[in-house]
């Protein structure tokens, strides 16, 4: 089975600081993913990562940031955490097959992030 | 714009009752769909999938799904609701020229009332 994991669930930081959450997948997935979910608003994607070192922008990239230096790991960074920034963080991997055009996204537990 | 749209945040049904989840999308081009699970405090799971092919898919704990391009609707669907089934369900799309990007609606809550 498919294994993504998010290595704190719950993280309580105080405004101004930076916040590191870090994720491993461990099927050589390509694709990585930060979403954020808020109720009554779904997941947003935050950034993505199509292969190592390489990051694209997704709908919501306003006060992150991400790092890939290895295949299976990719890190969401928030450089000065906000109270706005409280939300519940997704990571999700999905392979880079051309023959599964409708590849699956697969997710880690989420970690809670409450900024005070 | 594309977008995906799920109708009714929360969806109330009484054990053994048809489950009906809605998920309408707007594109031009038929799009990947999906129906994700999330269970409390967890993560989300994929239910099912729509690529090609048939346009009425199987999913697990007995969900299906039916994509009809005329409506642009690919709503979810059990006949008989457990207790077990209380979860939020998200309806995922990926457009096509999105480059492995999905959007996810905003979610309905499914209450199975005993």
Known sequence: ?116 | AQSVTQLGSHVSVSEGALVLLRCNYSSSVPPYLFWYVQYPNQGLQLLLKYTTGATLVKGINGFEAEFKKSETSFHLTKPSAHMSDAAEYFCAVRFSGGYQKVTFGTGTKLQVIP
């Not at chain 1, 993505?48 to 997704?58: A, R």
């Not at chain 1, 890939?68 to 991997?93: D, G, P, V, W």
């Open chain 1, 1 to 116: 089975d498919v294994k993504v994991t998010q290595s704190s669930r719950y993280l309580v930081k105080r405004t101004g600081e930076k916040v590191f959450l870090e994720c491993v997948q461990d099927m050589d997935h390509e694709n990585m993913f930060w979403y954020r979910q808020d109720p009554g608003l779904g997941l947003r994607l935050i950034y993505f990562s199509y292969d190592v070192k390489m990051k694209e922008k997704g709908d919501i990239p306003e006060g992150y940031s991400v790092s890939r230096e290895k295949k299976e790991r990719f890190s969401l960074i928030l450089e000065s955490a906000s109270t706005n920034q409280t939300s519940m963080y997704l990571c999700a991997s999905s392979s880079h097959s051309d023959r599964v055009v409708g590849n699956t996204i697969y997710f880690g537990e989420g970690s809670w992030l409450t900024v005070v």
